[in-house]
Structures are given as C-alpha cells and as structure tokens.
C-alpha cells in the first residue's frame, strides 16, 4: 500500500501529482501496485515506469515519434480528441502504462482488452485514398517502439545512466509481453533490437505539414492545473531535446544547443524533488 507522505511540502506536491494523473471527477484513484501484476517487482520495466518526470518526457517525446507515422497520425487526426484534450490523452495513457505495469494481472487484461476494441473502430484513408487502421500490426509496433524508446532513454537520461545492459534488454523484453497483447508486431526484445527496428523504420515516417502541426500543438503551454502549466514548458524542452536527431529535423523542431544544459538541469532537479516527495531514491 502507498504511504501517504507526513511533510506537508510532500503532501502537497504529491497531491498535485496525483491530481495531473487522475481524472477525480471520474473517480480515478492512483493505481496500487499489485503483487500479482504481469511483472515482478523491483524488475527493470516497474522500475523505469516509476520515476514521475523521466516518463513525463519520455511521454511527450514518444508522442512526438509517432506523429511521424502517417498512419498513425491519421488516425489521431481523424478519431482523437487531443486538440481539445490533450492532457486526458496523456492521462490515458499514463493510466494505461500504470495499470499494465503494476496492476492486478486481470485488471490489466481488461484495459488491455478495452484498448483492443477501441482500435478496431479506428481506420479510415489517408488523403491519397490508401486505408489506415489502428489495428495494424506494423502501426501498432511503431507505437511502442516509440514509447519504449522514449521511456528507457528518459530513465537513463534522468534516473539512473548506468544501468545494467542487461536490465535495459530486459526492459523490452518485458514491454513486449504487452505489446504483443495489443497486436503489434514486430516487437524488439532486446536494445539492440530496438536501435536496430528505429533504424529500418525510419524510411516510413513522413515529416509532413500535418505532422509538424500536431508537434506544435503537443508542445504549445496547455494544461488544466497550474502546476502542470508551470512545468509544461520544461517539460516539452526535455523532451526534443530527446528526440533523435531525424525526427527533430522531420517535425521543423529546433534544438536549441544553449539551453539544453539549463533544460536538463532543471529536469533532473525537478525529478530529484519529486523522488524526495514520492519517498523514492534514484538507483546508480
């Protein structure tokens, strides 16, 4: 069970947190972790899904890869409300990524499932006239291996740059487990793998006028609390300055080289205030 920090500094930045990944007025509450969830504890993939900043970025920054899919960006354009709702997406998201990770395994099977029947009522056609569906196998795999990319390099950005090879392979090797749920394929297994799907891919993704907009709108200040308007501009510097170099380029991103130090900076300070608030400790 989690213990609800004493300090009240503590209790207030927990609380708002909270508030950024839970949609109260649904009734969400913080998902527990559970010890029959789909992995162990203490195993490399509920570990790098735990640190609140790292994934932030690495959120925003997969969002931005896969934007670059046109399929997939279709699909968002066609069928998504992000426009009007871009924190609840994120919030989806994260929920999911929390509920798959740490969740009762049962728990986890019926969003999976729900995620399922949600992707087969979104296709439609591209505006040259070839039909898209989200319940392709090889848009599915993009999808995660922009998420799995973007939530390791964050982790070791920010949390913890000296881990193990052989816990970054099990990383994604056990991110597959609920990739290959969800139907996509292929799914790397290993880094390696991963580097190596990023580079074959990369001749299929599209920096389009489309693209480059909805890249704008992910990184323009939005939010529905202060808190999250007040670190959002840092939030979205941390994660271009993730990106790998040929999606900055495709997306009409800048890196600025001058600020990147104070962006990683403040990122990691603000990772480190939130570990003290949360009661957990960065593992070297």
Same mark, same amino acid.
């Given at each position: 069970m989690a213990v609800e920090p004493q300090h009240p500094v503590r209790r207030a930045i927990v609380?708002?947190?909270?508030?950024?990944?839970?949609?109260?007025?649904?009734?969400?509450?913080?998902?527990?972790?559970?010890?029959?969830?789909?992995?162990?504890?203490?195993?490399?993939? #509920?570990?790098?899904?735990?640190?609140?900043?790292?994934?932030?970025? /690495?959120?925003?920054?997969?969002?931005?890869?896969?934007?670059?899919?046109?399929?997939?960006?279709?699909?968002?354009?066609?069928?998504? @409300?992000?426009?009007?709702?871009?924190?609840?997406?994120?919030? #989806?998201?994260?929920?999911?990524?929390?509920?798959?990770?740490?969740?009762?395994?049962?728990?986890?099977?019926?969003?999976?499932?729900?995620?399922?029947?949600?992707?087969?009522?979104?296709?439609?056609?591209?505006?040259? /006239? @070839?039909?898209?569906?989200?319940?392709?196998?090889s848009v599915l795999a993009w999808v995660h291996l922009a998420e799995a990319t973007s939530f390791l390099d964050a982790h070791l950005r920010y949390v913890r740059p000296a881990m193990p090879r052989r816990d970054r392979d099990l990383y994604f090797e056990q991110f597959a487990e609920v990739a290959r749920r969800l139907h996509a394929d292929p799914v790397p297994?290993?880094?390696?793998?991963?580097?190596?799907?990023?580079?074959d891919m990369r001749g299929e993704m599209e920096g389009s006028p489309d693209a480059r907009a909805v890249a704008a709108e992910i990184l323009s200040p939005r939010g529905q609390t202060s808190a999250a308007m007040a670190v959002q501009p840092l939030l979205a510097g941390a994660a271009v300055d993730l990106l790998p170099s040929f999606a900055v380029s495709m997306l009409g991103l800048r890196r600025r080289t001058l600020s990147a130090l104070p962006v990683r900076a403040g990122t990691y300070a603000m990772g480190r205030t939130l570990r003290w608030a949360f009661g957990s400790q960065r593992r070297d």
């Open positions: 609380r708002n947190v909270r508030a950024v990944f839970n949609d109260s007025a649904s009734g969400e509450q913080p998902v527990i972790p559970s010890q029959d969830a789909l992995f162990a504890p203490d195993t490399p993939i #509920r570990m790098v899904h735990a640190d609140v900043t790292a994934m932030m970025v /690495g959120g925003i920054s997969a969002l931005l890869l896969q934007m670059l899919h046109p399929h997939a960006l279709r699909g968002v354009l066609d069928h998504s @409300t992000f426009r009007s709702d871009l924190h609840g997406r994120l919030r #989806r998201t994260a929920r999911f990524i929390a509920m798959t990770t740490y969740g009762h395994r049962d728990e986890a099977d019926k969003v999976i499932a729900r995620v399922n029947a949600i992707h087969r009522t979104v296709k439609g056609t591209l505006p040259d /006239g @070839t039909p898209y569906s989200a319940t392709d196998p297994t290993s880094e390696a793998g991963a580097r190596s799907m990023m580079r």
